[in-house]
């Protein structure tokens, strides 16, 4: 699953290291900023999952009673408007 997500280089090796947790955290060295609300199982699954991977995240708190989620800002990111969402360097991931 790692290879498929990072550039291979000559010799079908990951950057050049053949241990795949270490590129894995190198790739992820620029934190991930999750949009999260406590109270939300899947936002919790990624919680432990990313314990789990011993990944750190910019972990910023969406209160959804205050329609935070719906703002043009993360409605712009995420026009589903559903947590968590996932932002790296660019990339986007949420739950369809």
Not at 73 to 90: A, I, R, S
Request: aromatic share 12%; glycine share 8%.
């Amino acid at each position: 699953m790692i290879q498929l997500a990072l550039p291979l280089l000559e010799g079908g090796s990951i950057a050049g290291v053949g241990n795949e947790e270490y590129v894995f955290k190198c790739y992820c060295r620029n934190k991930l900023n999750l949009y999260y609300t406590p109270g939300s199982p899947p936002c919790r699954s990624v919680l432990l999952t990313a314990k789990a991977l011993g990944l750190e995240f910019n972990l910023i708190f969406m209160d959804l009673f205050k329609n935070d989620h719906m703002t043009p800002g993360f409605v712009k990111q995420n026009p589903q408007h559903t947590l968590p969402t996932l932002v790296h360097d660019g990339f986007i991931l949420w739950e369809r």
